[in-house]
């Protein structure tokens, strides 16, 4: 009884201290500073939780992911959200668990994705829901400070289309593990021999002019061999006008690679205008401009980046990533920060995983513990596992972190990083292993439970996989046993719809089931999957009798599982999904494609005659 008892003062005390919670809040102004904080807390941490607070979601009810939803369908949706809204705080918390105390060290990042380079990036427009903004007003959430402080971006992608506009100059790779990729041809040998020889001349111009005292002469060698100043030191340009030609050039120059240090030249539509080789005075001097351009690179990269910097930060750390949501949350992250997103889940999987090779998702984690029947919040599951097991665990956070308002921003961080312990306990999953790498059991039982990686190619489920259906209580169907109906009256609720089916066809004589999607859709589910094509038939019949007929005459309408993937695969998302269907159905029939583009002439109006 006294552990019990302590175990709830202990949760007594996580919640009633929530508002004291010390979050790092960063902004665009305290960016750079937080961002070497933050790489050193991934550093030090075993796990990073992150969570997204976005201006909107699924705008209408069959828009949200559903229980019958496939694999495939899934992603449609999280794809059509990702590119419609925007992230507004991105919320991330470095963490370890040493023995029964979790360490944290939470970061809210505020994200605004304006256009600091005048290049038209990251978005022109982003969609907002009314609600979330609301919602986030209550919490005190500052959107003035979130539109003129709040952090912008790049993604990878957009980071090259902009440097292929603005053009740039950058060293080139490890000049010793550069080297053309086939023998030289006549063209090439002739290019070679020719800049070696210009090369050659330029550096002697300099050489004899430290040995001369006559100033014209040796501006004269030096204008004549094409000489120009990069600061304070000689530089001289060589235009190209292929990628062999840059690679060429850069291993010639490494016959001078004790004197000259070369940068490529970008061009602005793209590809690469010059390489440009600068002449340094020693080792010494050679090391420091080295160390020069690398800084003036990396500091124009930051300026490209912007928050995609965390990104790249967390993926270069390779940590395990703890999500609550992971299909929705990287269908974002790919979206904004590395790429747009690929029609095909499995190419989605494959980008992902090259860049977050563990990813754990704790909703799907808790679906191995039982008793959770449906979708919860974090904070219900949070509640749900307080009532129903004992997994203590204390909540170690800094006292006071910089800029921390004490507002709830990027609580949920925090929550996902407690929660994920707990159900991590419930399991009997040691996470202290992960420090040492040596709990197999810890890597194999984590990496079952990561969500993402179940969307991979050599962890996907079969093509006809089943899905969920609510029939007393939660059970697997195929796919091909389901029927959509829409054109239905007004008031009818799942109860009478089915009192109206059973008897018009013989198909409704075996077991099935009814389910309202949204209010004007209702999806039928058979016990057998011949039944739902014997229906599909017999709906779009002329031959049809009896009461079915007369349901088909006041308008109903009927379409199998392949029609609902057609209207996710091809963004068809009207607000509700009768509309969508049928506008699919019209969409595939040939006759009425023709008729839409067979206009009258009457049908325009002439300028000229007005």
Known sequence: MASRFSYFQLHRR??????????????????????????????????????LQRTGSSSFPWHRLQPFDTHDTAYCKAKYAAEKFQIIQFSLCPFSVRDSKLIAHPYNFHLFPRD????????YSFSCQVSHLTSMAREGFDF???????????????????????GSQTLPPNINAVKPSSELSVADTIFVQRVKSRVKNWKDAYDSSS??????LSTLKKLIVGSEQYGSRPSIVIDVYSERQVLLVLELLKEFSDDLVPVVISAKGGGTQAVRAILTSSKEDKILLEKELQYLEDKENKKFRGFR????????????????NSLHDFTFIHSKFLAPLPTSIDEYASSLHSVFPRVHD???????????????????????LKKQYYAPSYLDIPVEAPGNDHKPHGHNAIRLCHLFAQVCSVLKIDLSGVQSNDNECL???????????????YHCKPKDEDVKIWAQGVRKVSCRHLVFLWGLREGLTARLLKASL?????????????????????????????????????????????????????????????????????????????????????????????????YSNDSFIYLNDL
């Open 362 to 384: 704790v909703k799907h984690l808790m679906s191995k513990i039982g008793g959770l029947s449906k979708p919860m919040s974090i904070a219900a599951a949070y509640s749900y």
């Open 502 to 598: 059973e008897g018009t066809h013989e198909v409704f004589c075996e077991e099935f089931d009814v389910r309202f999607v949204d209010k004007k859709c209702a999806i039928v589910v058979f016990s057998q999957p011949d039944l739902s094509e014997t229906f599909l038939d017999a709906i779009n019949s002329d031959n049809i009798v009896g009461s079915l007929r007369e349901m088909v005459s006041e308008g109903l309408r009927a379409a199998g599982y392949e029609t609902y993937k057609k209207i996710c695969s091809f963004d068809l998302w009207e607000a509700d999904l009768a509309e969508s269907l049928e506008r699919a159905i019209l969409e595939a029939d040939p006759e009425t494609a023709q008729l839409d583009i067979n």
């Open 144 to 166: 003035g400070a979130w539109v003129y402080d709040g952090i912008s971006y790049l993604s990878r992608a957009q980071e090259s289309i902009a440097k292929t506009q603005m």
């Open 309 to 324: 910097e965390v990104i790249d930060v967390i993926s270069a750390s390779q940590k395990p990533i703890v999500s609550y």
């Open 116 to 123: 600091e380079l005048n290049i038209g990036m990251p978005s």
């Open 211 to 216: 040995k001369t005292s006559d100033a014209l």
């Open 14 to 51: 996580l919640y009633t201290t929530t508002s004291q919670w010390s979050v790092r809040q960063v902004r665009n102004s305290n960016f750079l500073g937080s961002l070497e904080d933050l790489k050193n807390d991934i550093s030090d941490s075993d796990f990073i939780a992150l969570s």
């Open 443 to 457: 890597a194999s039982m984590l990496d079952e439970c990561s969500n993402v990686s179940s969307f991979s190619p």
